[in-house]
């Protein structure tokens, strides 16, 4: 049984590293800011996620185990609320996606 949670647990652990890189990537190739975050704040919970998890699998049925799902928890509600308050803020000062129309229009509060 311990064998199959080790394999589990790096499972979790390789495919939360590869979301991770592959996020990196995402940021550095994709051309404006509002799809670098999308890139960043999907990527980015996804691979968090996975990864703690993993941790989870290897820490056993232990308080280390509900520390972890507790901060899977707050990285699910945190990370794309902010995300989303980033890119809010950032089209409601004017900086306009890079392939917008000119309808398209940034809205002043």
Same mark, same amino acid.
């Given at each position: 049984? %311990?064998?199959?949670?080790? !394999?589990?647990s790096?499972?979790?652990?390789?495919?939360?590293a %590869?979301?991770?890189?592959?996020?990196?990537?995402?940021?550095?190739?994709?051309?404006d800011?509002?799809?670098?975050m999308?890139a960043?704040? !999907?990527?980015?919970?996804?691979?968090?996620?996975?990864i703690?998890?993993?941790?989870?699998f290897?820490a056993?049925l232990?308080?280390?185990?509900?520390?972890l799902?507790?901060?899977?928890?707050?990285v699910?509600?945190?990370?794309p609320t902010?995300t989303?308050?980033?890119a809010?803020? %950032?089209y409601?000062?004017?900086? %306009?996606?890079?392939?917008?129309?000119?309808?398209d229009?940034?809205?002043?509060?």
């Amino acid at each position: 049984m %311990a064998l199959v949670l080790d !394999i589990l647990s790096w499972v979790f652990l390789g495919l939360g590293a %590869a979301f991770l890189v592959i996020g990196g990537i995402g940021i550095l190739r994709f051309p404006d800011l509002y799809a670098r975050m999308h890139a960043a704040g !999907i990527i980015d919970t996804l691979g968090s996620a996975l990864i703690l998890i993993g941790l989870a699998f290897q820490a056993g049925l232990t308080l280390v185990t509900l520390k972890l799902l507790l901060i899977l928890l707050f990285v699910q509600f945190t990370s794309p609320t902010a995300t989303y308050a980033l890119a809010n803020a %950032a089209y409601r000062s004017g900086f %306009a996606p890079l392939l917008s129309s000119k309808d398209d229009e940034p809205s002043k509060p």
